[in-house]
């Protein structure tokens, strides 16, 4: 099994979303965030005074898949993520060592 | 400690009630028959439009500027000093800005306790000298609140006590005297129709001497000093230009075509206060912000104050235009020059005031004449206010300053800073 | 760097005309003549300042509260650039288009321009001075304007919106107070609008309207959540558009007298009457009353009292609240199924509550000058509907033609991914909360 995080612009999380339960994704969980990466932030002006933010919002997805679905994955996300300018983010896979259902204790695959 | 406060406290109820047993009754009956009824309402209505503009209209525009750790710190201010002006007026102050002029320099001490300040109609008006009374109380309460801007996020509560009732006293009575109760500049023929001087170069230039004298803010420049609530700042604005309409308007002193003219170019003149400072910001760093259409608003609206009931429509919209943009490049140059006056009281209420001033001796046409209708004396008066203004409170604010630091010292400490006024000075947060 | 060129250009043009103006004249008559009356002067001085407060901060808020937190700068930005912009062009040019002498029934004349003449003696008819009169009614054009922000509101370009501003207080509303206040046709015939009931919320419903078809739906309308960010603030704002509107409406007597007290007297049953009108309806087909709710069947109420406030007796005023309540939550609710995003409901409180109020008028009417249906004047109700009707078309086909001629000049949306950042910080360069 595979834990794949994707830090995504907030923006295209509805097609992402879309995208991957197109290929049968059941389930994710997404979170604001903030970071930076090679994206300059944005800049905040208050009555003159300009600020640099560095920390620009983003969106974190994490899910959890089998192994098979890897390449998968990583197309679908890509190609929908994907807007051809800088700060588009990035996927980190992982492996997973277990999954448990809380529900029934099931653990494996099966649960994803 | 709670035990000196205590000895205090019942010292000035004794004291305060030896001095209401004598007093009997005022002028009950009788008043001289020349008490206007609309002309009463209208003041009443405009004091309670200038308490809207200063609690909470000014509170909450402070206090949407400040890091949310001192947002009630901030609101504390403006409420206390309301409170203990209030006070401190009628008791003396009224007394030395509107009593009978000794020398010139202030007014004595007849009204002391506001005795004699009673029903009976306020000599060349149609309203009560009571009226009179607490519609200028609402103009000292605001001034004061208005220098708190500079020092905000850092000054000492018992200091800041302390530097309100001395400046009201030593500052603003005898200021008002000079201008609007016989004093020198009155007599002089000086223009301040609400309070551009009085009021806002005042404010303004102690609020440059609180900000050189207690110094920067811990971080300044360094951490991000962003406002923490800008739509409550928005609602302060929205307060402030509602109650300006009473503080110049209402400075006609009755519901009059003045009072209309006051209206109008209050109106006019914080309209394009507010499109010229954000004209200016859009020009400069390439985007209009909410937070300049509320500053360009209140700068024309200091602006217009002391030439209010003087000019008409167009030199108002004039008068607004300038005060936006001009009001923007000192705050510019604050941030060059680099002392911290945290809200901006100096860029938005002195260069506004003392433009106002000026602008008074060019346009005034009703009433009184300018520079521009064909009076250049007047310009030269009103260059004396401005300037006379400006000597005596830096002076003044600087001496009080060092006196208060000496007794009690003006800043907290630099770790109660870190951890907020809120929490520090009042054990309260503002958000949980 | 083009809105820089823009912007210069405009000011450019400006300068030249005020520098023009300032010196073409400044004739003001020294001293008032003597017909002031000091009640009714500062009665129209608070009324004044109290429809200020409706707008700032009043409808600010109101509106703020309802957007997402990244747009809430953006939405007060409409409503302040809006009094500001719509005061300097009303004393420049739009008082004297509105109240000038008439010319053929449709617009004013020039003879106010610069707002020459208008000065400090009683302006006819009342005892207040003229530039008191002047100042009521500028506070009128401000809030009408600012009133329609809330249909475009999430989406629409600033700079777009202030031309559309001084372009829309020209030709529509100027024209249209003209026709109904100002000696045009409509008054002529006898229609009633003691405070706006067609100048102010028809005018600016139906144009809220007509601006939502021609701007589009935000992005991600009815996919994603797009529910108030906070709603005390809406609260706030309703109440202080509750309090403000006795100035707009008593207001509107020009004087205080009893015309005035009875204006007062409805706009408070009215208003009352329309939150209880508007919870109901929602109690029974929602299951649950609240507080969005009542601040919204506060505001029909108050829409639909005004053309009506001072014809009406207290108990024709708790009719017409409880119609408002029930008709605008019944129009809030069908939006959803014609599918046009009016963001915040102008057109469903606005435009449905004032066309209420319009027609009300006509039935209700029993003091104050004016006699309506079920006092024996049938004919008024004809008169009303022909208001109503004269106002909707021209305001509908008016601010379409001047959005699509501003959509070609600049275009009128901020693109998708300034939307989706949040016009605060797109459009502004600043957050409303850290």
């Not at chain 2, 004091?47 to 402070?62: E, K, N, Q």
Request: proline fraction near 3%; include cysteine; charged fraction near 10%.
């Amino acid at each position: 099994m595979k834990l794949v995080k994707a830090i995504i612009k907030p923006f295209k999380l509805d097609e992402v979303k879309e995208a991957l339960t197109e290929i049968g994704i059941q389930g994710m969980t997404v979170t604001e965030v903030k970071g930076f990466g090679r994206q300059k932030g944005h800049k905040e002006t208050y009555r003159g005074t300009e600020y640099q933010i560095d920390f620009v919002p983003k969106v974190k997805l994490e899910l959890a898949i089998a192994d098979s679905m890897e390449e998968k994955v990583i197309e679908t996300l890509g190609k929908a993520a994907k807007t051809g300018s800088i700060g588009d983010g990035k996927i980190f896979i992982s492996d997973l060592s277990t999954v448990v259902r809380i529900r029934t204790g099931e653990t494996g695959e099966g649960v994803l | 400690m709670k035990h000196s406060t205590f000895s205090f406290m019942w010292l000035v109820v004794v004291i305060l009630s030896l001095w209401c047993g004598p007093v009997t009754g005022w002028a009950q009956d009788g008043t001289p028959g020349a008490i206007d009824t609309g002309d009463t309402a209208w003041v009443l209505v405009s004091s309670a439009f200038v308490l809207c503009m200063t609690l909470p209209g000014l509170a909450l525009f402070y206090g949407g500027l400040v890091r949310s750790k001192n947002v009630l710190g901030t609101l504390m201010h403006t409420a206390i000093i309301l409170c203990m002006i209030s006070i401190v007026w009628v008791l003396l102050g009224y007394s030395l800005a509107f009593g009978p002029d000794v020398g010139g320099i202030i007014g004595s001490l007849e009204f002391l306790g506001s005795l004699g300040v009673g029903q009976d109609a306020y000599p060349g008006t149609g309203i009560p000298h009571l009226a009179f009374m607490v519609f200028q109380l609402m103009f000292a309460a605001i001034t004061v609140a208005l220098i708190t801007g500079s020092f905000a996020e850092r000054m000492k509560f018992t200091a800041l006590l302390l530097f309100a009732v001395l400046w009201s006293v030593l500052i603003y009575s005898p200021l008002a005297h000079w201008v609007w109760g016989g004093g020198w500049l009155a007599e002089m023929g000086a223009l301040d129709f609400a309070g551009g001087a009085v009021v806002h170069i005042s404010s303004g230039f102690a609020a440059l001497v609180c900000a050189l004298v207690l110094g920067q803010r811990k971080g300044y420049g360094v951490e991000s000093m962003v406002p923490h609530n800008l739509p409550m700042t928005v609602l302060g604005t929205g307060l402030l230009w509602f109650g300006w309409f009473g503080f110049n308007a209402g400075s006609a002193l009755g519901a009059n075509g003045g009072a209309a003219a006051a209206f109008v170019a209050t109106h006019i003149a914080a309209c394009a206060g507010g499109i010229s400072w954000m004209g200016a910001e859009w020009l400069r760093t390439g985007k209009p912000t909410m937070l300049g259409v509320a500053s360009g608003i209140i700068a024309g609206l200091a602006t217009i104050t002391p030439g209010a009931g003087f000019v008409t429509p167009l030199p108002a919209l004039v008068i607004g235009l300038v005060a936006g943009a001009l009001c923007y490049a000192a705050v510019i140059l604050k941030i060059r020059l680099g002392y911290d006056d945290s809200l901006d009281v100096v860029a938005i209420h002195g260069v506004g005031g003392f433009t106002g001033i000026l602008a008074t001796g060019l346009f005034a046409s009703i009433g009184a004449q300018g520079l521009l209708y064909g009076n250049p004396g007047q310009f030269v008066i009103q260059f004396v206010l401005a300037v006379s203004t400006v000597v005596f409170v830096v002076v003044g604010t600087f001496v009080i300053l060092k006196v208060v630091d000496l007794l009690v010292g003006l800043r907290v400490s630099s770790e109660d800073e870190e951890t907020g006024l809120d929490l520090s000075q009042h054990s309260e947060r503002a958000y949980t | 760097m083009e809105n820089r060129k823009i912007l210069l250009k405009y000011l450019r043009i400006l300068g030249s005309v005020l520098l023009l103006s300032f010196f073409a004249g400044s004739a003001f008559a020294d001293e008032a003549g003597p017909a002031i009356s000091a009640g009714d002067t500062g009665w129209l001085l608070t009324s004044s300042a109290l429809v200020l407060a409706m707008i700032i901060p009043g409808l600010a808020l109101f509106y703020g509260g309802m957007v997402r937190d990244k747009n809430v700068l953006s939405t007060m930005m409409y409503s302040f650039i809006s009094i500001c912009v719509v005061s300097v062009v009303w004393v420049l040019w739009g008082y004297t288009l509105a109240f000038g002498t008439d010319v053929g029934g449709i617009v004013g004349n020039f003879e106010f321009m610069w707002s020459n003449g208008v000065g400090p003696e009683a302006f006819p008819g009342t005892a207040i001075p003229h530039l008191a009169f002047m100042v009521f009614q500028l506070m009128f054009a401000g809030i009408t304007v600012a009133l329609i922000s809330g249909a475009i509101a999430e989406r629409m370009k600033f700079m777009a919106y202030v031309l559309f501003a001084v372009l829309w207080v020209t030709l529509i509303y100027a024209p249209l107070a003209h026709w109904v206040w100002g000696g045009g046709w409509l008054g002529e015939l006898g229609a009633l609008d003691f405070a706006g009931g067609t100048v102010v919320h028809i005018s600016s419903g139906v144009a809220a309207l007509a601006a939502a078809l021609v701007l589009g739906k935000r992005h991600g309308y009815r996919a994603e959540k797009m529910v108030p960010h906070n709603l005390p603030f809406t609260v706030v704002g309703a109440a202080l558009l509750w309090v403000g509107w006795f100035g707009f409406n008593a207001g509107s007597a020009l004087a205080a007298d009893g015309i005035a007290a009875g204006a007062f007297v409805a706009t408070q049953v009215s208003t009352s009457a329309g939150v209880l009108g508007w919870l109901v309806m929602e109690w029974m087909y929602s299951g649950k009353p609240t507080a969005l709710g009542g601040a919204s069947g506060a505001i029909a109420g108050l829409v639909a009292i005004t053309p009506a406030a001072g014809f009406v007796g207290p108990i024709s005023s708790i009719v017409i609240g409880v119609g408002a309540g029930v008709l605008c939550y019944l129009a809030v609710v069908w939006k959803s199924k014609f599918g046009y995003d009016d963001a915040l409901d102008v057109l469903g409180i606005h435009g449905i509550g004032g066309t209420w109020g319009a027609i009300a008028t006509g039935l209700f009417a029993s003091v104050g000058g004016g006699t309506g249906l079920f006092f024996g004047n049938p004919g008024q109700v004809f008169i009303q509907a022909v208001g109503v009707g004269a106002t909707w078309v021209f305001s509908f086909v008016g601010t379409f033609i001047i959005l699509k001629v501003l959509d070609m000049v600049m275009g009128l949306r901020v693109e998708k991914k300034e939307e989706i950042i949040g016009l605060d910080l797109s459009e502004h360069n600043e957050r409303a909360y850290t």
